[in-house]
T-cell receptor
Framework: DADVTQTPRNRITKTGKRIMLECSQTKGHDRMYWYRQDPGLGLQLIYYSFDVKDINKGEISDGYSVSRQAQAKFSLSLESAIPNQTALYFC?????????????FGPGTRLLVL | RKEVEQDPGPFNVPEGATVAFNCTYSNSASQSFFWYRQDCRKEPKLLMSVYSSGNEDGRFTAQLNRASQYISLLIRDSKLSDSATYLCVVTPMFSGGYNKLIFGAGTRLAVHP
């Protein structure tokens, strides 16, 4: 079984709809992240969390919110989806206190906003 | 100017060829450097860290040039399975207890028979 899972893997929604992307991990890591990837651009950090209920904004948090109610789960919400939020979304985890932290990515969620 | 810049490619090479990618970064205080590999429509995976003294892992060699602010990845004896996008990743100066990753947009490699 994969250590970092994301649901759904693909989603098509309409402008104005609220949607939630879920991320779960079995690695026991304390840190979790949400990124988006657009063609021709590097991954951009949306939000990150160091522990349960700890929430920090990344580079592009506008239009997004997150929730970390359990160590293993980190959800990303688009309150009112818009077409320029069409992208590939990745969740990642890492473990603190290990010097250079390696981030482990989930398989991604492909989101299309019409 | 982007914080991390890479040639998007694609680099089209035959099997067995040696290919090299460079990546430049703008923040001279950057601390850590990595190469990640991303297959089409898949998640990025760590390929190797890049140390000041350079490091080698099988057919892959990574080097860091702090004076010129670039890192490189050399792949020898290319395999078809090396076809992927290679992401250059840099960590700026440590702050706030978090080693933030700055990703380049990637260099695409296509190895053909």
């Amino acid at each position: 079984d994969a250590d970092v899972t994301q649901t759904p893997r693909n989603r098509i929604t309409k402008t104005g709809k609220r949607i939630m992307l879920e991320c779960s991990q079995t690695k026991g890591h304390d840190r979790m992240y949400w990124y988006r990837q657009d063609p021709g651009l590097g991954l951009q950090l949306i939000y990150y969390s160091f522990d349960v209920k700890d929430i920090n904004k990344g580079e592009i948090s506008d239009g997004y919110s997150v929730s970390r109610q359990a160590q293993a789960k980190f959800s990303l919400s688009l309150e009112s989806a818009i077409p320029n939020q069409t992208a590939l979304y990745f969740c990642a985890t890492s473990e603190s206190g290990r010097g250079q932290e390696t981030q482990y990515f989930g398989p991604g969620t492909r989101l299309l906003v019409l | 100017r982007k914080e991390v810049e890479q040639d998007p490619g694609p680099f089209n090479v035959p099997e067995g060829a040696t290919v090299a990618f460079n990546c430049t970064y703008s923040n001279s205080a950057s601390q850590s450097f990595f190469w990640y590999r991303q297959d089409c429509r898949k998640e990025p995976k760590l390929l190797m860290s890049v140390y000041s003294s350079g490091n080698e892992d099988g057919r892959f060699t990574a080097q860091l040039n702090r004076a010129s602010q670039y890192i490189s990845l050399l792949i020898r004896d290319s395999k078809l399975s090396d076809s992927a996008t290679y992401l250059c990743v840099v960590t700026p100066m440590f702050s706030g207890g978090y080693n933030k990753l700055i990703f380049g947009a990637g260099t695409r490699l296509a190895v053909h028979p």
